[in-house]
Nanobody, 113 residues
């Protein structure tokens, strides 16, 4: 079964960092553009960042630009989202997707003192 699995979420203080991972099973990630989305309680899911299949294009939402970095490790078949200078408004469940209907189950990120 094709799956994506996010990990790396947790509770962090404002200003802290987390690195999220999106690992694939039975799916070769370097064939796809991979996106990270997040959904906060009571809000719609929003796009956070994406990376093209050739790694020559990355996208960041204005709200995370300069703080988040997306990257991939094709050997590990994993895409990462490095999140620095975290703010309370970054609190959400974070999901990765291959843009073709495959989503992970999400990982909770909570930024709170």
């Amino acid at each position: 079964q094709v799956q994506l699995a996010e990990s790396g979420g947790g509770l962090v203080q404002p200003g802290g960092s987390l690195r999220l991972s999106c690992a694939a099973s039975r799916l070769t990630l370097d064939y796809y553009s991979i996106g990270w989305f997040r959904q906060a309680p009571g809000k719609e899911r929003e796009g956070v960042s994406s990376i093209s299949s050739s790694d020559d294009y990355t996208y960041y939402a204005d709200s995370v630009k300069g703080r988040f970095t997306i990257s991939r490790d094709n050997v590990k078949n994993t895409v990462y989202l490095q999140m620095n200078s975290l703010k309370s408004e970054d609190t959400a469940v974070y999901y990765c997707t291959n843009g073709l209907g495959i989503w992970g189950q999400g990982t909770q990120v909570t930024v709170s003192s």
